[in-house]
């Protein structure tokens, strides 16, 4: 049997020292977290490893359900993302979902680009599509790297309302079940997370065009 890496080794090692430093602290944490999980939050963020779920609004395990993909898109074809919503609302009964994205995306970038990158490119569509569409916000945006952040706003304001389209939200508020979907922004350069004050909390704040009839 091979042995494992050293950097691999390290990560381990770390894992013993967090698991050890929760326990000394609270004996009971990880036998009560392994009989159930009941968190009232379900966090859609971007997989970018400098947006850590967690940590960054101060969760434990077990208090935050979280679903990454590159740019936080929420794509009514993508069946992982629609299992997640639907696991975390219909079982796990969260009351909020979270769309954060964050400042100086990379995948936001790459979609206001016209480079050829790959498959990625397909994945990338719905916001080349908003960028296109929403043209009239950057008209005065000289820098790049501010037209980069104005899209990465728009593109979480976009993914709420994806969100709130879905049938599993839907079919949530027609029962009477508290859920609200907020969009939140992370700065990198602060560790700081804005709310970007889009909320909506039932169907009627959706435009008719969308809304399911029960």
């Not at 979280?66 to 794509?75: F, G, K, M, T």
Request: a negative charge; charged letters at 25%.
């Amino acid at each position: 049997m091979a042995k494992t890496d050293n950097a691999l080794q390290n990560l381990i090692n770390n894992n013993r020292k967090w698991a050890d430093d929760i326990s000394t602290k609270d004996p009971d944490f990880f036998p009560t977290l392994a009989k159930q999980q009941a968190p009232e939050y379900l966090w859609i963020g971007c997989s970018d490893s400098r947006v850590p779920a967690n940590e960054i609004v101060g969760l434990l395990p077990g208090e935050l359900f979280v679903h990454r993909n590159v740019a936080n898109l929420v794509v009514h074809t993508d069946m992982n993302l629609l299992s997640v919503l639907q696991y975390a609302v219909e079982v796990l009964k969260v009351r909020h979902v979270i769309v954060c994205g964050h400042y100086a995306c990379g995948g936001v970038k790459a979609a206001m680009q016209d480079q050829k990158l790959g498959l990625i490119d397909n994945w990338l569509l719905e916001i080349r599509d908003l960028y296109h569409h929403k043209q009239d916000y950057f008209k005065d945006i000289s820098s790049e790297e501010e037209k980069v952040d104005k899209l990465c706003e728009l593109n979480v304001v976009r993914q709420v309302y994806n969100l709130s389209h879905t049938s599993i939200v839907q079919d949530a508020w027609a029962k009477g079940q508290p859920l609200s979907v907020h969009g939140w922004i992370y700065g990198l350069s602060d560790g700081k997370v804005n709310d970007l004050e889009v909320t909506i909390n039932e169907g009627s704040q959706l435009s008719e065009l969308f809304r399911l009839k029960s």
